[in-house]
């Protein structure tokens, strides 16, 4: 085995355990050859952002998210506006099905996400509340959130998407009313809410080493200094093939996994210019084999999450005009080169 890690036998336990992947209708799935069983002692888990209506109304969805992946994170049901749409009121139906079916099929789930300035619930951004106000509602909010899953979340997105390309910390609600404590502060709320949960930081265009990735290590490096509990940094890894694929993201990971802290890719999806063709999906099999290659040689990286498994529910066409086929499934579950370039090095490195 390549990978420089040692695998204690509680950590081959607990992989024996989620090792049968088991159906919605409780039929375990025997010689399981999916992506799950390839990951199977490799210490990384294999992911999905789950989309609910395709998980209640699709069959062969729901099939394929239980025996392809160990780990699930809710593509949009654990965000502010999903979980209290009004003030006060909280709404967790979406979410506990979820956790339901996570528990069922032997997933770990991946919160996403507790701090952003997207995805709000409308009477945040209308009311003209204080800073001391909003300070306390954050607080509450993390401390609902966390509390109503305490125990049954592997680990959290605490803050999502804090900084600008240039390393800046982004012009949010929470910034401009909080100022740049805030981050410690929800990291220190989280910890206190469920000290179970591994807490992340996370942000997409930090998969290569840059202004905004430097920007997010020396915070990493800043706040652990000082004892705060931040102990994961994600990275998204939304890429586009047109853009060239991050080559020194073995290098970026390496610096944050000798900072202690784990990391993750908790959102990979590498979308084209459409039409695709056999050269894209070539270079979006390697991008997606590159991204895994440099999670599973370092010691600290715990998960390759993907951001939907099939273009049929994907978000990129929606926002990226004229982009598409992101995923490693088409949109009539047939697996691209990307499925195969991830099981085939899951393969090699178990
Ligand atoms: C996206 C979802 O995929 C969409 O369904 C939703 O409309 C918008 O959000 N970064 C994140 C994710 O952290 O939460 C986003 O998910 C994609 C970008």
């Known amino acids: ?31 399981d050859t999916g992506l799950r069983a390839a990951a199977r002692g490799t210490g990384v888990k294999i992911g999905t952002a789950v989309n609910m209506d395709a998980l ?6 729901a099939a394929a998210g239980a025996r392809e992946f160990n780990t699930v994170t809710p593509e949009n049901v654990m965000k502010w506006e999903v979980v209290e749409p009004t003030q006060g009121h909280y709404d967790w139906t979406q979410a506990d099905k979820l956790v339901d079916v996570a528990r069922r099929n032997g997933q770990a789930v991946r919160g996403h996400t507790l701090v952003w300035h997207s995805q709000l619930p409308s009477w945040i951004n209308e009311t003209d509340f204080t800073p001391a106000q909003l300070r306390d509602l954050l607080r509450r909010h993390i401390f609902a959130e966390m509390g109503h899953f305490k125990g049954r979340i592997w680990a959290w997105d605490v803050v999502n998407e804090a900084f600008n390309e240039d390393g800046t910390l982004r012009d949010t609600i929470w910034l401009r ?26 942000d997409y265009n930090v998969e290569w080493i840059g202004p905004k990735s430097t920007a997010e290590y020396n915070l990493i490096k800043d ?9 994961g940094f994600g990275m998204q890894g939304h890429l586009g093939i047109q853009y060239g694929l991050p080559g020194d993201v073995l290098e970026n990971v390496r610096r944050f996994d000798a900072l202690g802290v784990k990391t993750a890719f908790t959102e990979v999806d590498i979308r084209m210019i459409l039409p695709d063709d056999q050269i894209k999906t070539q270079a979006q099999a390697e991008g997606f084999g590159l991204l895994l290659r440099a999670c599973l040689l370092v010691r600290h990286c715990i998960s390759y999450t993907v951001w939907g498994f099939t273009d049929k529910y994907s978000w990129v066409p929606g926002v990226f005009s004229g982009e598409g086929s992101a995923t490693p499934m088409t949109e009539d579950y047939q697996k691209k080169p990307a499925y195969d370039t991830l099981k085939e090095t899951f393969q090699l490195a178990s």
Do not use: E
């Open 223 to 231: 706040l652990r200094r000082q004892g705060v509990p931040v102990q």
């Open 1 to 31: 085995m390549m990978r420089p890690r040692v695998l204690s036998a509680a950590a081959i336990a607990a992989v024996t355990v989620v090792g049968l992947a088991v159906l919605p209708n409780g039929a375990a799935t025997a010689g």
């Open 177 to 202: 009313n909080l100022g740049p404590g805030y981050i410690a502060d929800a990291f220190r709320w989280a910890h206190q809410a469920d000290p179970s949960a591994i807490l992340f930081l996370n």
């Open 56 to 61: 209640a109304t699709d069959a062969p969805y």
